[in-house]
């Protein structure tokens, strides 16, 4: 019965998430919502206890510490408006072809997820390349598609700690810190990066070939005004400062992230006239808190039934293509937020298992949402962003493109992981 019980709400937990029912006409499910029920129901059926959830605050209130403050500059420098200057400085080069044009993007977008989080570069980054896009290329629509998956698929292997939520969660539980975690996954990313481009440029060759050199403004952009320069000054004193940070002490990169926050909230305030308290209300994204808290429990509540050890099981004696490849299958069908907590539990679990193998579910985590739409929030996102900017890409479209980008770049991570 407990079993059952756990099953349902995960699988409540999931759907909920994915479809977003509206209940009347002002409330509608969100994965919050849907996460936090299910959370309800596992402890009224006694599957976790007031302890379990206690025990998920212990293990998250760093990695919270770390989202809120990167959210909180993420957000401060979107009200500032440097990543639209920065894309329109891009778009205004008379002589950019649209191949330097897609090349930049793609770039720009394996950039900005690093930096700042793979969640931020999607949902940023998508709505402004498709205007740029349509006002450089007002007659080439066939020009939305691929540069809408130059910004989704560039979200590869998070190369830091802080370029992935879920990754902080799942490297502060196992206790990677900063440099540990880069000096394995960043040599993978950049591979990864690399064969996903090169694969997009052949999928999207012929739509890529364009003769004009597109519409040109009367006016172009200027550059970088001078807040907007300090807070790309500030964003590179916290990203750098992480490694020295993490050689000192590798629990205090939640510090750096959140003293760079306070930073980022005077830049904004002081010199851009952005409401501070609009920055912590508007530009932190709460529920994703809540949701993430509740998804841990939920993980402690599959594990206390024995699914958890059930994959255990499979994990032990496992080669790491194996591990990584369950990770991924796992991520793009159940979501790679409860995928990645159930992964953790289940190499705690696992006699022997150690860093290569909490990377290679984190890779496999990381990669897997390319495979199918319902695998990341960042996704189901993405996808209606292209909606509104009049890019419909289908079930199939996405598949293919994800098939054919995933499997080469999985593969080649995973190798790199097991000879590095």
């Known amino acids: 019965m407990l079993k059952i019980l756990a099953y349902s709400a995960f699988a409540l937990t999931v759907s909920l998430s994915v479809t977003r029912p509206r209940l009347g006409r002002g409330w509608q499910i969100g994965p919050a919502q849907a996460a936090t029920g299910s959370v309800l129901l596992l402890l009224v059926g006694g599957v976790v206890d007031v302890t379990d959830i206690a025990s998920a605050a212990g293990t998250l209130w760093r990695p919270f510490i770390t989202i809120v403050s990167i959210m909180i500059t993420t957000a ?34 394996v950039l900005t997820s690093s ?12 709505p402004l390349v498709l205007a740029l896009v349509d006002d450089r290329y ?18 590869g292997v998070a190369p830091f700690v802080v370029s992935n939520p879920m990754n902080m969660i799942v490297a502060s539980r196992a206790n990677l810190n900063f440099n540990e975690y880069a000096a394995r ?26 003769s004009s050199p597109g519409a040109r403004r009367d006016r172009s952009p200027t550059g970088l005004d001078a807040t907007q320069r300090w807070m790309l000054v500030l964003l590179l004193a916290v990203v750098g400062s992480y490694p020295i940070v993490a050689s000192i002490d590798g629990d205090a990169i939640w510090m750096v992230s959140a003293a760079g926050a306070v930073l980022a909230v005077l830049l904004a305030s002081r010199l851009g006239g952005v409401k501070a308290g609009e920055l912590l209300v508007r530009g932190v994204a709460w529920p994703i808190l809540a949701f993430l808290l509740a998804v841990f429990v939920l993980g402690i509540g ?13 994990y032990q004696n496992a080669s790491l293509l194996v591990i990584g490849t369950t990770a991924a299958l796992g991520s793009a069908a159940l979501n790679n937020h409860p995928m990645a907590i159930i992964n953790l539990l289940a190499l705690e679990s696992t006699p022997g298992a150690g860093q290569r193998e909490i990377l290679a579910v984190l890779v496999g985590g990381d990669l897997g ?6 695998g990341s929030l960042a996704g189901l996102l993405w996808l209606d962003a292209c909606r509104r900017h009049r890019v419909e890409i289908s079930l199939s479209q996405f598949v293919k493109v994800g098939i054919l980008v995933t499997v080469p770049t999985l593969a080649a991570s995973l190798l790199i992981l097991q000879l590095w």
């Open 76 to 109: 401060a420098a979107h009200r500032l408006g440097v990543l639209s200057r920065v894309g329109e400085m891009i778009f205004s080069r008379a002589d950019s072809s649209v191949t330097s044009l897609f090349s930049a993007v793609f770039f720009l977008s």
């Open 115 to 126: 930096v700042l989080n793979n969640d931020a570069a999607v949902l940023l980054l998508t």
């Open 138 to 155: 007002p007659d080439e629509p066939r020009l939305r598609m691929p540069f809408a998956f130059a910004v989704f698929t560039a979200v």
């Open 185 to 210: 996954m960043l040599p993978i990313a950049i591979i990864g990066w690399l064969i996903a481009f090169v694969i997009l440029r052949v999928l999207f060759a012929s739509q890529l070939k364009v």
């Open 302 to 314: 599959l594990r206390n039934v024995g699914f958890v050890d059930q994959l255990a099981a499979v």
């Open 369 to 374: 949402p390319r495979l199918l739409p319902i």
